[in-house]
């Protein structure tokens, strides 16, 4: 699986590393993910999903209904 975010759409992020000497090599950020369950009453179901740090917060402010429909909304796809 890709690293990228199903809420929020983070993905790894390209950059350099660089050296004391100033020497640049390339390198990747890559998105704080965890693989998280969620269970959605008004389904009685669980899903899974990979989501970065910033999304759980964010599911844990607005709820997991209200982030799904505005991902859904916004094209995210969803397992």
């Not at 809420?7 to 004391?20: C, F, L, M």
């Not at 100033?22 to 969620?38: A, D, M």
């Not at 990979?50 to 917060?57: G, M, N, P």
Request: net charge positive.
């Amino acid at each position: 699986m890709s690293k990228v975010c199903q809420i929020t759409g983070k993905r790894a992020r390209v950059g350099n590393n660089v050296s004391h000497a100033n020497n640049k090599t390339k390198r990747k950020f890559y998105p704080n993910l965890h693989k998280k369950k969620f269970y959605i009453p008004e389904e009685d179901t669980w899903i899974t999903l990979k989501v970065s740090s910033t999304a759980l917060r964010t599911i844990n402010k607005n709820g997991i209904t209200a982030v799904l429909k505005k991902a859904k909304a916004n094209g995210n796809k969803l397992v």
